[in-house]
Nanobody, 113 residues
Framework: QVQLVESGGGLVQPGGSLRLSCAAS????????MNWYRQAPGKQRELVAG???????NYADFVKGRFTISRDNAKNVLYLQMNSLKPEDTAVYYC???????WGQGTQVTVSS
């Protein structure tokens, strides 16, 4: 079973930035579509962004122009660069390896003054 470990979450001010990372234990990472999801308190989990094995990306409307998803296949690492953060971005962010249906444990992002 592939292991996914997220890092980079924390507390930031509105308008600030964070970069999340997701490290995969297996080289299958480079062959799979990867996604970031998030779940805020009292809300359903929602797709934030996705990236194919060859680098094609897609984004939810609520993060377009603010977030950037990327990957380093040589290192088996997925990234989410988050800029212009808003309080409504507060959530637990989860890394997803689509082809195996694998999930990380999540990392907390809190945007607050």
């Amino acid at each position: 079973q592939v292991q996914l470990v997220e890092s980079g979450g924390g507390l930031v001010q509105p308008g600030g930035s964070l970069r999340l990372s997701c490290a995969a234990s297996e080289s299958i990472f480079r062959l799979s579509t990867m996604n970031w999801y998030r779940q805020a308190p009292g809300k359903q989990r929602e797709l934030v962004a996705g990236i194919s094995s060859d680098g094609r990306t897609n984004y939810a409307d609520f993060v377009k122009g603010r977030f950037t998803i990327s990957r380093d296949n040589a290192k088996n690492v997925l990234y989410l660069q988050m800029n212009s953060l808003k309080p409504e971005d507060t959530a637990v962010y989860y890394c997803n390896l689509y082809d195996l249906g694998s999930w990380g444990q999540g990392t907390q992002v809190t945007v607050s003054s």
